[in-house]
């Protein structure tokens, strides 16, 4: 073992001890450290500004320590002002912030964990020294990282092992806390590397590499582990997660001992930290049902961590073990059922699976990685697969399944027991090797370079996954032996640090025992227990020593082998041992046995017993006890004593049970007595406490009476009693409800045994003794308390899990619960431990799952061993004066001599086979049964005497007379019987055909599985017609169904879609047109309003004029449309021409579609191996078209096929007939031939037979009595021996079949033939019957006839011969020729066999090309599609430019159209000509055109304002031009009103005409940016799509050159190579071609066409070269003519006008339409005016009349008011009179005649003023045009009433 600053001696062993003391100040020191500040707006912590060490104390104390290296000048001291948070801080504080220097280490001694020893003890503290570890925690994440290509590193229990992979040997690095190491991780630049460790507040370590010294100290970033640590991808920031309870992020500045950023990464388990190798201020954590995005982002209140987690959405939740950052920001993820998840923006974009939704892996995806632009995934499933980069980028979803199917690249399956759990790369040049966890115990190394050369996977270490249950040692050398549930077992040599050899099992193995060398001399044998109950006993031998064979493996140092195995538990065994002498062998299991087996006799069982409870450990006693006892402890409280087992001589088949029931067996039931102990120490305690005060007031008493004598000693006793308090209770006795398990145990003395507990009775080792045996007591009831007990230091939580002793019994090895080892150092014959106080205790094993369970020392206590349940085996020195040898080790026991021929026993790999017990028991059984059986024989046999006792009855019954019969129900004792028997009968077989049912649809199923396998997809299977003379035979094909491919064709993907565009021009390419010319020239018949209203009244003179004004017009109108008309037409003729000429480097269409002909289907017969060749569109062939010609192919192979099987049915049917034919003439000759004598016959032919295998069908032919002869047969066979059954097996079944169904379904040859032979033939002859009497001499004639007779016959006899001759010499004829066709056909189908092979290569080819192809194409048509509907929106764009310049010019037309006929109004001496057009011309900013009008909510007001404004804003305009100022708004006087308004009107027409060209010409500048834009954008497409073409080309080349590849048959004969050297075939054919006989000539005819056709062009040429000039001549006349007459135009213009004019205009012109329809509006105002006026002169003659009558009136009144004045007048004469007369009391007038009199003044002169008004409103009547306005009344009429009259 090696350590850095390892350099320990004698000397320094104090000093360690000081130094352990002191590292323990210090992480007291490091915990009580004041926490960090929180932020809990977004639960983030920001320490960037704390200093990595705030104690002064801790300082110095880390200086002191440090290395030599370290100077005072290696801090940098800057002082920075702080304010104080303490409360009683008044001003700010200077306090000092110490950067640490790069050069600055720590100390690794005082970092390390060192054993703790008890003080003031000798033990040293290197009393173990760690040699070696052979084992590796291989589930835990990312416990494999590489330092270089050399050194890789992983965790194991309290140490970080250094491996060197070519060496082996192992460098060791102690945990600082002493409570184990979390997690490692590495620097990207391999410089440093991080051990993130566990416990309270633990710290991580950055070692520096390769020196090995800590450099930096990471403090406080979680409560008690660590689960993930990475680096940033530049090394500066590392990130930290914990583990449960907290789960702490830390974003640390490591190499300033600085935390950054902090916050909680979840609420549940966190599995994984990385920082985005793209952007370090992006991370991801993933974990338990999780996964997290984080973003460092700068807020208002400073540097945050925001996170965002990942929501599944329809995705169901999944831990996520592995993942990666894309470039871009999206992450690839694993999940639980191992496709893959693509996140962007939180979210699940697509989900990743394989074609056909299978999963990408089966299993979990642990890892994803990006190399070299490949992904790579490494499953549970033991598979790494490498995905494209791109394909996953860009992948995104195409249905609502949310599922993308991709396929690997390549995939590498390391094996099938394979688990990988992480990978990492080694740093190899020019190779591509990993190191690879296995969670299952491995380290492989893997090489993903996918080459020709690829190495295959390569197991570089192999360990026992998960807990190791058992370790055992050799007694004689140094082997050891370990067994875990992964089903192996493992042999090493620990002295030599290597593993020797393993073996597997079908179930793990849960208990070993090395076999004691008084049963095997040499050591050699191991026995291991299982989790089935198998017990196996294995050997272990040097394999070097046997027969080496030939082909024989790698001969490996040592190897197992199989000796014994039986089974004699039901359940996993527990415990194995040997008796002290090797006799007896002891077995436990946690079925509640222990098994006894004797050891001489081949382990033969002698018996077991019944346990209370399961078993945990058995011990038998020690040589030093007076008899042999066996030690059993059982968990749950029960330990046993069981004497030695007495081995009885029986006969096993006697035997009924192995349980041993009269064995004298004693027990001890163990009850808690820690509560009584912690009572006793209490008192204890207090008696101590009260005896200390004793003194002390003996003291205080003695000095009080020295000083005040009696009096002062009265006082203090006063004083004392009230002193005096009650005390507390003592703790309560407490019995846990459930007993504490016993963990282990071992004997003391004979009878007495200390045990160790768990759970509440930890902490102490309890001596206990076993009660006397009794046999009436109950083991259930029974309650017993241990007699002594010894305290156990910090182990109340913390127990005793094994003990184990040393040789000599010096030291006690205890294995602790949480994987630490305690040593204790006992005196000897010390069986009570009184000496069990000083021990030396050190962490190991894991501290939260690395419980010890088994330790144990070699057999010359040199080393301990220690195996836990975190996978790890450690190997320890024990401290020993004498050293020891360096090259060490173990001696492999040699092979036994013969070992190799001895047969192996039979393993019991069934877990549900019976042990020991229960096969005894079932053999019992079955015993029992077969006496039952043999009882129910006999019973049957009287039965079948007494039924034929009773049909021997029912036979005499039937020979009796009728009337002394017995009737049949006279023999039924009871009806019911029968009825019963009956019904019995019938539930039996029911029964029989339930329990069938499952068989019979099983074997239902199975035959029809194999019809539908091999008989369905036959069309017709293969028939053999055999020839009748010769052996001569043809057989049909056996033809299966046509194949997919015939009737296959799936869509092409590079056949192109119709574009937007062009379905645009297929639906309609016109329908713009049409629009347009449904909107062109609309003829409106105008029908005047006036014969609309007065259609039947008689017509005035002045609706006469208007009717002749507007025809007068109409016709003018129409005069000058029609001109105009002619004129546009001409126009378009025009347009049309200049339009169909061509331009100077005009091409004709069909030259150029010629031209592209020629180029595509010239002939072109370059080489497709050429570099340059380039793939015309034609004749690119996909996957789809393959398909399609192999379809083709197989369709004409199977059309032939299916022909030729036709012909030789018919062959066949035409044998049948020849046959039945044969027969009907043998059975002719037969009957001519016994008419004949003997020696005139002819021999018969022999009637041809009908092979089986012509009939084929025939084989599934069967019948009831087929099938009973073929059960038959079987039973035959099953009978036979195995020589006779392959005999017998020679015959096939379809023979049988044929042969056994012809009795009864006939034979072809003679169902027919029979009826055929019966019916009388043309050539049958009469036999004559001999009659019964004397014959008699025949007569001369008798006798001419009968030679006539005869020799009829024998011709006969000779044509029926000759006939059978001709019909089989025709059969056979007929069959040599279609078997010469057959034959010319089966060269064909060869041929074709070949062509389909080489066909089904390209396709499977094609079809790797084709999703990439697919893609291209993709790509392409998108392109072409784009570029197709941006030309097509140019076009469109340039159509409607076009459009509205068309527009333009209308509108422009129309303003001087507007110009001229304004002119022509006025005339040529109009002297207001100038003003007229001043106002025509005029510009008046006008309001704009409301979109919405008649706004009924709108306010008058606003209306008013806005009318203002206009008005304003036009006078300012008027007011700001240069141009003199008019008024437009009044006419001139002498000027005409109608020009004047006309004038105004036609301005509106040309304002509404000018704003219509603005808009246009707005129109056609957005359009010509539009246009700009899309010619940019064409530009574009255009290259990309050229790009897009470019690479789909180089595509189909590589595709191309890859089918060049392959090979194709083309068979040739000698005839058609014409590639010959010296008249011989050349070796090498690699430089020729094959050409078609057809192609060949194709060229040769191409040459004689290309002749023609040249000669052809040339003639072609001269006649249109001379057609050419004589057109330029004509065209030089043209122009001639065409300047003159445009001369003679221009004369004419002149002689008749005086100046050139416009004739199009002229005649545009002719009529001023406007001015028409003026003059005709005028007319039409005038009657209308005339009309209005005569019904105003009405209206005035009406208020004429009113006036007069209220003249009147008011006349009337005025002369009545007279009166009433006069009258009024006398009466105030009359009262002044009155009142003159009785006094002078009044002497003015009173007050009521004053307002009197001033109201009638005021109603005189009221009614003056209405006269007067009344007057001017008649003179206004009498006027024209008057205006009329209300009657003037006064505030006084409207006060007057009737009562001031």
């Known amino acids: 073992m090696k350590e850095p600053d390892d350099q320990d001696t004698d000397g320094e062993k104090s000093d360690r001890s000081k130094s352990g003391t002191r590292l323990s100040q210090r992480s007291s020191k490091y915990e009580s450290r004041s926490p960090m500040k929180e932020d809990t707006t977004d639960e983030t912590f920001i320490e960037g500004e704390d200093s990595y060490l705030e104690d002064e104390d801790i300082d110095l104390e880390g200086l002191e320590g440090s290395s030599s290296s370290f100077q005072d000048d290696d801090l940098e001291i800057t002082r920075l002002s702080q304010e104080t948070p303490a409360p009683a801080a008044e001003e700010a504080e200077e306090e000092v912030k110490k950067k640490i220097s790069e050069s600055f280490y720590y100390d690794y001694m005082e970092l390390a964990s060192m054993p703790f020893v008890t003080p003031d003890s000798n033990i040293p503290l290197d009393l173990l020294t760690l040699v070696h570890s052979f084992g590796y925690d291989c589930r835990k994440r990312a416990n494999l990282q590489l330092m270089d290509s050399n050194i890789a590193l992983y965790i194991a229990g309290n140490q970080l092992i250094l491996l060197n992979l070519k060496t082996k040997e192992q460098i060791y690095l102690q945990s600082s806390s002493g409570e184990g190491i979390g997690v490692i991780g590495v620097h990207p630049y391999k410089t440093h590397f991080t051990v993130a460790e566990k416990g309270s507040f633990p710290n991580i370590i950055i070692y520096e590499y390769p020196s090995l010294r800590p450099y930096r100290i990471l403090r406080d970033g979680t409560e008690k582990a660590y689960a993930y640590v990475d680096f940033s991808n530049d090394g500066t920031l590392l990130a930290s997660v914990g583990s449960n309870p907290d789960y702490t992020l830390t974003i640390w500045n490591w190499k300033e001992e600085q935390p950054i950023l902090r916050t909680k990464a979840f609420s549940q388990e966190v599995f994984k930290v990385t920082f985005n190798p793209e952007d370090e201020e992006q991370l991801t954590t993933s974990g338990s049902g999780h996964i997290k995005f984080w973003e460092m982002a700068l807020t208002f209140t400073g540097l945050k961590l925001q996170g965002s987690l990942g929501r599944f959405g329809k995705t169901a939740t999944s831990d996520i073990e592995g993942y990666m950052e894309l470039p871009d920001g999206k992450v690839l993820s694993g999940s639980e059922w191992g496709n893959m998840l693509l996140w962007e923006g939180g979210l699940i974009k697509v989900e990743l699976c394989r074609a056909g939704n299978k999963s990408c892996h089966h299993g979990p995806i642990n890892q994803i990685m990006l190399d070299e632009g490949e992904v790579i995934t490494v499953g549970s499933d033991g598979c790494v697969r490498i995905w494209d980069f791109e394909t996953i980028d860009t992948a995104d979803v195409i249905d609502e399944t949310g599922l993308l199917q991709i396929e690997p690249i390549n995939e590498l399956q390391v094996g099938k027991n394979v688990k990988l759990f992480s990978m990492v790369k080694m740093n190899e040049t020019g190779s591509n090797f990993w190191l690879a966890q296995d969670a299952n115990g491995a380290i492989w190394k893997l090489d993903l370079s996918f080459s020709n050369i690829t190495q295959d996977p390569e197991c570089l270490f192999s360990f026992h996954s998960g807990a190791i249950q058992d370790l055992a040692v050799s007694p004689i050398t140094y082997l050891m032996a370990t067994t875990a549930l992964d089903c192996s077992v493992r042999i090493y040599d620990f002295a030599g640090k290597t593993p020797l050899a393993q073996m597997k099992f079908k179930q793990g193995g849960t208990a070993l025992a090395w076999v004691p060398q008084m049963v095997s001399y040499n050591g050699a044998q191991i026995i291991v227990g299982f989790e089935d109950g198998v017990v ?179 006082e203090f006793q006063e004083e004392e009693a009230a002193e005096e308090e009650e005390e507390e209770p003592l703790p309560a006795i407490f019995i846990p409800p459930t007993p504490s398990p016993i963990l282990c145990g071992f004997y003391s003395e004979p009878g007495k045994f200390w045990v160790s507990l768990g759970g509440y009775d930890s902490g102490f080792l309890y001596h206990c003794e076993f009660p006397p045996y009794d046999k009436s007591s109950n083991f259930q009831e029974q309650k017993d308390e241990p007699f002594d007990f010894h305290f156990l230091e910090d182990t109340e939580n913390n127990p005793v899990q094994t003990i184990t002793f040393s040789v000599n019994q010096t030291m006690m090895f205890c294995g602790m619960r949480n994987g630490a080892i305690r040593v204790y150092l006992l005196s000897e014959n010390d069986p009570s431990l009184t000496t069990l106080e000083d021990y030396w205790h050190f962490n190991v094993h894991d501290n939260n799952y690395g419980c010890i369970k088994s330790i144990t020392t070699s057999f010359d206590d040199r080393f301990l061993m220690t195996a836990g349940t975190d996978s790890n085996i450690f190997v320890f020195n024990i401290f020993s004066e004498y050293m020891l040898k360096k090259d060490m080790k173990a001696k492999v026991p040699s092979s036994r001599f013969g070992m190799d021929a001895e047969p192996i026993p039979k393993d019991i790999e069934d877990p549900k086979a019976y042990s020991i017990e229960n096969a005894r028991r079932k053999r019992e059984h079955d015993k029992l049964m077969k006496e039952v059986e043999e009882i129910k024989a006999g019973k049957r046999e009287q039965l079948k005497a007494l039924r034929n006792e009773f049909r021997k009855l029912l036979e005499m019954n039937k020979e009796l007379p009728k009337h002394m019969q017995f009737k049949r129900t006279d023999f039924d004792l009871d009806s019911k019987i029968r009825a019963e028997i009956d019904r019995k009968t019938a539930f039996k077989l029911q029964q029989v055909r339930k329990e069938l049912a499952w068989e019979k649809e099983k074997h239902e199923l199975g035959l029809k599985k194999l019809q539908n396998r091999f008989r369905d997809p036959l069309e017709s299977d293969a028939v053999v017609v055999h020839a009748i003379q010769s052996d001569h035979k043809i057989s049909s094909y056996r033809l299966a169904k046509p194949s997919k491919y015939s009737k296959f064709k799936r869509p092409s993907q590079t056949e192109r879609r119709p574009s937007k565009l062009e379905r645009f021009e297929k639906e309609g390419a016109g329908r713009r047109d049409s629009q347009k010319e449904t909107g062109g020239s609309v003829s409106i018949q105008e029908e005047s309003i006036i014969e609309k209203g007065k259609k039947f009244r008689p017509k005035t003179l002045s609706e006469i004029m208007v009717n002749n004004q507007i025809a007068k017009t109409r016709k003018l109108i129409l005069k000058a449309e029609k001109a105009q008309l002619k004129i546009q037409q001409r126009k378009k003729e025009w347009e049309e021409l200049y339009k169909s000429k061509p331009d100077d480097d005009f091409e004709d269409p069909k030259d150029l579609q010629a031209i592209k002909e020629a180029q595509l289907y010239m002939g072109d017969f370059n080489l497709k191996t050429a570099p340059d060749y380039k793939i015309p569109e034609h004749m690119r062939i996909n996957a789809a078209k393959k398909e399609e010609e192999l379809g083709h192919l197989d369709t004409l192979a199977h059309g032939k096929k299916r022909h030729m099987n036709k012909c030789i049915l018919s062959l066949r049917d035409l044998k049948v007939a020849v046959i039945e034919e044969i027969q009907c003439l043998v059975q002719e000759l037969k009957s001519i031939q016994s008419t004949l004598h003997r020696s005139k016959h002819i021999p018969i032919p022999q009637i041809p037979q009908i092979h089986p295998d012509e009939v084929p069908e025939k084989r599934f032919q069967y019948n009831e009595e087929t099938l009973l002869n073929f059960k038959q047969e079987q039973m035959k066979k099953e009978d036979e021996k195995p020589p006779q059954m392959e005999q017998s097996g020679s015959g096939g079944s379809g023979g049988r079949f044929l042969r056994l169904s012809s009795g009864k379904d006939g034979d072809w040859t003679t169902r027919d033939s029979l009826s055929r032979s019966s019916k009388p033939s043309g050539f049958s002859l009469d036999i004559p019957k001999f009659l019964e009497f004397e014959k008699a001499e025949p007569t001369d004639v008798e006798l001419e006839i009968m030679k006539r007779d005869e020799i009829k016959h024998v011709y006969m006899q000779q044509y029926l011969v000759n006939r059978i001759k001709e019909l089989i010499v025709t059969f056979d004829a007929e069959l040599r020729v279609l078997r010469h066709q057959k034959l010319k056909l089966d060269i064909q189908m060869k041929l074709s066999d070949l062509h389909h092979v080489t066909l089904f290569q390209e396709i499977l080819l094609l079809k790797n090309f084709e999703k990439q192809e697919n893609i291209l194409q993709e790509r392409v048509n998108s392109s072409d599609k784009e570029e197709q509907f941006m030309q097509w929106k140019i076009n469109e764009t340039l159509k409607e430019m076009e459009e509205k310049k068309n527009e333009i010019s209308k509108l422009q037309d129309q303003e001087k159209a507007l110009y001229a006929g304004f002119q022509a109004a006025i005339g040529e001496n109009n002297k207001f000509a100038n003003f007229l057009m001043k106002v025509l011309k005029k510009k008046i900013k006008r309001v704009k055109k409301k979109e919405v009008e008649g706004d009924a909510d709108e306010d008058e007001e606003s ?284 002497q003015g007038l009173q007050k009521a005649d004053i307002l009197a009199k001033e109201k009638v003044t005021e109603l005189i002169q009221a009614q003056t003023e209405r006269i007067s008004a009344l007057k001017e409103e008649i003179a206004l009547l009498r006027k024209k045009g008057g205006l009329i306005l209300p009657p003037i009344r006064s505030s006084q009429e409207n006060d007057m009433g009737p009562t001031d009259l």
């Open 536 to 714: 196996r006993i294995l050997e272990i031998y040097d394999p070097k020593g046997l027969t080496i064979f030939a082909g024989r493996k790698k001969i490996l140092d040592a190897d197992l082998r199989l000796k014994h195995v039986f089974k004699p538990h039901t359940a996993s065994v527990t415990a194995l041992a040997y008796e002290h002498d090797g006799e007896i062998l002891a077995t436990g299991s946690k079925d509640h046995t222990v098994f006894f087996f004797e050891v001489e006799r081949d382990y033969k069982p002698i018996g077991y017993i019944n346990t209370p409870g399961p078993v945990c450990q058995l011990t038998w006693s020690g040589i030093s006890h007076p008899e042999s006892t066996l030690l059993i402890i059982c968990e749950n409280g029960y330990v046993l004593e069981a004497p030695l087992p007495t081995i009885k001589e029986e006969d096993d088949n006697k035997v009924v049970s192995y349980e041993i029931k009269d064995m004298c067996i004693k027990c001890f039931h163990f009850s808690s007595i820690k509560s009584n102990i912690l009572r006793l120490i209490e008192i204890e305690k207090r008696e101590q406490q009260k005896k200390l005060k004793e003194k002390e007031r003996e003291e205080m008493r003695r000095k009080a009476a020295e000083e005040t004598g009696e009096d002062g000693e009265k």
């Open 1503 to 1786: 209306e008013e304002s806005s009318e203002e404004e206009s008005s304003l804003e036009s006078d300012e305009d008027e007011s700001g031009s240069e141009d003199d100022v008019f008024d437009d708004s009044i006419c001139p006087t002498n000027c005409d009103a109608g020009l004047f308004e006309m004038a105004l009107q036609l301005r509106e027409k040309r304002l509404d005409i000018e704003e219509a060209l603005v808009e246009e010409k707005k129109i056609v500048d957005n359009l010509k940016k539009e246009y700009d834009t899309l010619s940019k954008k064409v530009k574009i497409v255009a290259t990309n799509l050229n790009a897009a073409e470019e690479a789909l080309e180089a595509y189909q080349r590589e595709k191309q050159q890859r089918l060049n590849e392959l090979l194709v048959v083309i068979p040739l004969k000698l005839h058609q190579i014409e590639y010959v050297v010296l008249g011989e075939i050349p070796s090498d054919l690699s430089g020729t071609l094959v050409f078609s006989n057809q192609s060949l000539g194709r060229l040769q005819e191409r040459i004689v066409q290309l002749h023609e056709e040249n000669s052809k062009q040339q003639k072609l040429n001269k006649e249109w070269r001379e057609r050419r000039k004589q057109l330029a001549r004509e065209k030089r006349e043209m122009t001639k003519t065409i300047n003159k007459m445009e001369e003679t135009v221009r004369q004419l213009m002149i002689s008749k006008f005086g100046r050139v004019i416009d004739l199009e205009a002229l005649q545009t012109l002719s009529v001023n339409t406007t001015l028409e329809e003026l003059k005709i509006r005028k007319l039409r105002k005038e009657l209308l005016n005339a009309k209005e006026m005569k019904m105003w002169e009405e209206k005035i003659a009406r208020v004429r009349w009113e006036l007069m009558m209220k003249t009147k009136e008011h006349t009337k009144k005025l002369h009545q008011m007279n009166d009433l004045c006069i009258e009024k007048k006398k009466l105030d004469s009359r009262l002044n009179t009155l009142q003159n007369q009785q006094g002078n009391a009044f």
